[in-house]
């Protein structure tokens, strides 16, 4: 009888685990106040020794996988601008470096802090601390593995190390006049990462060019308005990004630039609109990101039926990357 109440008993305490959330969960709460402990006493132990590589990116690790994401000091943003303001003022190495100490110190007080790491980056870049640079553009991939700028930041660590070799390179025979180098051959001078009064500026929208055109039924030219999207591959899947909207308000043409998210912001730098072709220029920046921009210019030319918009696609962004495609967009 007993052995049959005991049977019983222990059944509907192992039912219970199951199908329990709070009896199940209980772990990883305990689990999650021990990680904020490691955490704080990294974070600590990373401002005695700011050089240790290897503790930091265990911070940035573990930062990652806090929920909630880690505050930020206000120290640390009192730092970012601080240095924001030295980076743009900057117009030699010292101006450069006053920025440095304060985007170090920002990594420092929040080493998870991902743009810290960004606009430190450029600030050594521009200091001709090439090494340093690429340490601190990697720190910031690590920070934010799904960084929408990624790619181009990518590519300014390549180009970073190709200036480290240039820089280590010992003189010989190749460094004669530019007058021996072969005929037809144009030698372009390294462009910097980023143009310090242009990018780190915050640049307010400015006002769109308004195109006054019949736009009715008994008009020949075909209507521009409408929301214009183009399909784009992301991986194995295919997706559908709009490029612009063209408003009619009493007759007047204007256009907009689309939402794409709270972190970036677009406006419009040039709208021109003839019978049948139309170029918009949209320039973004990234609130997080002070340094990065990027500007996307249409180029195309209405369809026959007017349902398509076809032609060239460019876009330029921070580090001078040029991508040129063939686009065509539809109305939604």
Excluded: H
Aim: charged share 25%; proline share 6%.
């Amino acid at each position: 009888m007993l052995d049959g109440i005991r049977t019983r008993f222990i059944f509907a305490i192992l039912i219970l685990t199951c199908i329990i959330p709070g009896v199940a969960s209980a772990a990883p709460k305990k689990a999650s106040g021990a990680s904020s402990e490691i955490f704080d006493q990294s974070v600590a132990d990373l401002q005695k020794n700011p050089g240790d590589k290897v503790l930091r990116e265990k911070i940035i690790k573990l930062a990652l996988t806090m929920k909630p994401a880690p505050a930020v000091p206000e120290d640390a943003e009192r730092n970012m601008a601080r240095g924001v303001v030295f980076f743009t003022k900057a117009m030699d190495k010292a101006g450069y470096l006053k920025a440095i100490v304060e985007f170090e110190a920002a990594t420092n007080t929040a080493p998870w802090l991902d743009k810290a790491y960004y606009n430190l980056g450029v600030a050594q870049e521009k200091a001709g601390m090439f090494k340093e640079a690429i340490s601190s553009l990697k720190l910031y991939l690590l920070a934010d593995p799904n960084a929408k700028n990624a790619r181009e930041v990518r590519n300014q660590i390549y180009m970073l190390e190709a200036s480290a070799e240039e820089a280590l390179a010992p003189p010989g025979p190749a460094a004669a006049p530019a007058a021996a180098a072969a005929p037809g051959i144009t030698v372009a001078k390294p462009t910097p990462l980023l143009s310090a009064k242009a990018s780190l500026d915050i640049e307010k929208d400015v006002p769109l060019k308004v195109v006054k055109l019949p736009q009715d039924k008994k008009s020949r030219i075909p209507s521009f308005v409408g929301s214009w999207s183009f399909k784009e591959l992301r991986g194995t899947e295919e997706t559908v990004v709009q490029g612009f909207e063209i408003v009619n308000n009493n007759g007047e043409l204007s256009v907009l630039s689309p939402n794409r998210g709270e972190n970036n912001v677009g406006s419009v730098r040039e709208f021109e609109i003839t019978e049948k072709t139309v170029k918009v220029q949209i320039k973004w920046k990234m609130k997080n990101v002070p340094a990065y921009w990027k500007t996307e210019t249409y180029d195309l030319t209405m369809s026959e039926d007017g349902k398509k918009l076809s032609g060239s696609y460019n876009q330029q962004s921070v580090g001078g990357r040029n991508k040129y495609l063939d686009k065509e967009l539809f109305r939604q």
